[in-house]
């Protein structure tokens, strides 16, 4: 009977352990599950950051039509020709259609934009790419660019006007005076408008002496490379005003039939860019304003000029004809 008695008290000690064993089993499993479930948790965190970071990174970037991209400053690419861009006296980006932006921008809530400097003749090529988001640099409206480019209507309106050497010792009263003329030389800006009107005057294209910047071509005219240089008039105007125009003098060549039609200076959107809309109706409201014509009027232009921009229409880019009673007001730049 006793050892009945051990049996059972054997049997039931082994029980316990088996159930011990298969608790500790079921404990260790249940932290293995406990592990695994915590880790499966992290990694779906991780993977949700990511994923949001990811969306954050393409709402803010290089492309126009992200969610975020209208909190971002403005990529602003301009070439220094005055009176339309300059750097002032502290270094700072100024000029008629970088102070028109800003006050626009102001308008809109937006913040002062990032300043991108190029060559005059690269800057579409850099909007194109996405390098820049807008262009403020006096860029006349033009239907070949129109191909490449969104304008805004424009800010002012502008005609050519010829550099020459004080007198004009080769009395060139128009483009078409130097025709034919193989020794002659004009200085034109790359990629500028002015090369083609030259060229429609029947200048060759061997005459062309083509600059990358105004300063350059005013020095070739003053130390007699060019004999002439074809640019906006208020632009050879202002920089014979703010620098030393001694020995040079402007002709303004509104009744020369190559140069008969008006430039209208505009801001230049990629095609695909839709902030380029909401920033037109802004400019349409604030074109002939009080704030617009004060600026307009600093930088040398007049109000019969704004008041030509403001009756623009699209598809009157190839100018209209020219006023002899548009007179440049006397300004820094006149």
């Known amino acids: 009977m006793n050892q009945n008695r051990r049996l059972a008290q054997q049997q039931a000690h082994h029980a316990k352990q088996e159930d011990a064993h298969h608790a500790s089993g079921r404990t260790i499993h249940s932290i293995h599950v406990m592990k695994h479930t915590k880790l499966q948790a992290w990694a779906l965190l991780v993977l949700i950051g990511t994923l949001i970071a990811m969306g954050m990174v393409v709402g803010t970037g290089g492309g126009p039509s992200g969610s975020h991209a209208d909190d971002r400053p403005l990529r602003v690419g301009y070439a220094l020709e005055a009176p339309y861009a300059y750097l002032d006296g502290r270094g700072r980006v100024g000029g008629e259609s970088p102070e028109v932006l800003r006050a626009l921008l102001r308008r809109m809530g937006g913040p002062e934009p990032q ?6 003749s690269t800057l579409i090529h850099e909007l194109e790419i996405g390098r ?41 009263s128009r483009l078409q005076d130097l025709a034919g003329q193989d ?48 640019l906006s008039a208020p632009s050879l105007r202002w920089m014979l005003g703010q620098g030393d125009g001694r020995g040079l003098e402007v002709l303004d060549l509104a009744d020369d039939p190559a140069t008969a039609g008006i430039g209208y200076p505009a801001f230049a959107w990629r095609l695909d860019d839709p902030r380029r809309e909401r920033f037109d109706r802004q400019l349409a409201a604030f074109v002939g304003s009080s704030e617009h014509l004060e600026i307009e009027l600093r930088h040398g232009m007049s109000t019969a000029d704004v008041e030509l921009a403001r009756r623009w229409k699209p598809g009157s880019q190839a100018g209209a004809p020219a006023d002899r009673r548009l007179v440049h007001v006397a300004g820094a730049g006149s």
């Open 132 to 172: 820049i988001d807008v262009i403020a640099a006096g860029l006349f409206i033009t239907a070949e660019r129109s191909q490449r480019v969104a304008f805004t209507r424009p800010t002012v309106a502008v005609r050519t006007g010829l550099l020459v050497a004080a007198g004009n010792p080769r009395k060139l």
């Open 183 to 230: 020794r002659l030389r004009l200085a034109v800006i790359e990629g500028a408008v002015e090369a083609r009107q030259a060229q429609a005057s029947g200048v060759s294209s061997r005459q062309l002496l083509r600059v990358p910047d105004a300063q350059t071509g005013i020095a070739a005219v003053r130390t007699g490379r060019a004999a002439a240089m074809a």
């Open 115 to 120: 300043w991108v400097h190029q060559e005059f």
